[in-house]
């Protein structure tokens, strides 16, 4: 839907909620889901951005995807499944199924940052989607979450499994030092610049206490990732 100058129209709560069939009797939990802190600093009526529910929901989907995967793939060594896991809930995975939902025009952000392009970047859509599964976890409890989320997983996780995208290297870099006895790498943000909408991370990966890559990116996860890559091919791995 577009207004008429032809940009997307903002999505109430209200509606997307029915356009969703989400279980939620209070918007409020929603609107909150969908609320950005830069949305805060340009309207005082908001009380509270969606960071907190983004923490919420990260721990609820940990730990609902490594269950389906754990009952959907029996066949599956800890070591798959931890892979699969990590491909399923990487930001640019989660900001996927965003899209998917089309959640960019109820999302509510400051002026700055809907109009930099806020609505179609990878971790701020991946944000919304965890605090919107935190606030249907808040609202309606795990069943609801299930119900949403799970038809999801089915429509991805044969093509990830198949593709061999579940071969992120954190969950490889992972798995070959805890194989030699090193235990799981450590990861630094060493530096962080940029606004707010197009930060900028620098990551470094340690393998006891030794740098082994270093990595930049728009998002922690995604400089980590880069830093874990290069720690795989210094090691030869890659």
Known sequence: MEDAQ????????????????LKLT??????????HRSYLNE???????????????DAVLDFLVGAWLYNRF?????GQLTRMRSALVRTEQLADFALDLNLG????????EADSGGRERPALLCATFEA?????YLGAGIPAVKEFFEPLLESIAHQIYASGGMDDP??????????????????????????????????EVFINGTSYGMGTGHSKQSAAKVAAQEALERLGLA
Do not use: C
């Open 170 to 203: 954190k969950s490889l870099l992972q798995e070959w030092t805890q194989a030699h006895g090193d235990g799981a790498p450590g990861y630094k943000t060493i530096s962080e610049s940029g606004p707010d909408h197009a930060k900028v991370f620098v990551v």
């Open 6 to 21: 032809g940009t997307p129209a903002e999505e109430s709560p209200r509606v997307l909620a029915e356009r969703l069939g």
């Open 74 to 78: 029996p066949e599956m060594s800890e």
């Open 132 to 136: 919107l599964v935190g606030a249907i």
């Open 43 to 57: 309207h005082s009526e908001a009380l509270e951005d969606n960071e907190r529910l983004e923490f919420l929901g």
């Open 105 to 112: 025009p109820a999302m509510r952000l400051g002026r700055g």
């Open 26 to 35: 209070d918007l409020r939990l929603l609107s909150r889901a969908l609320t």
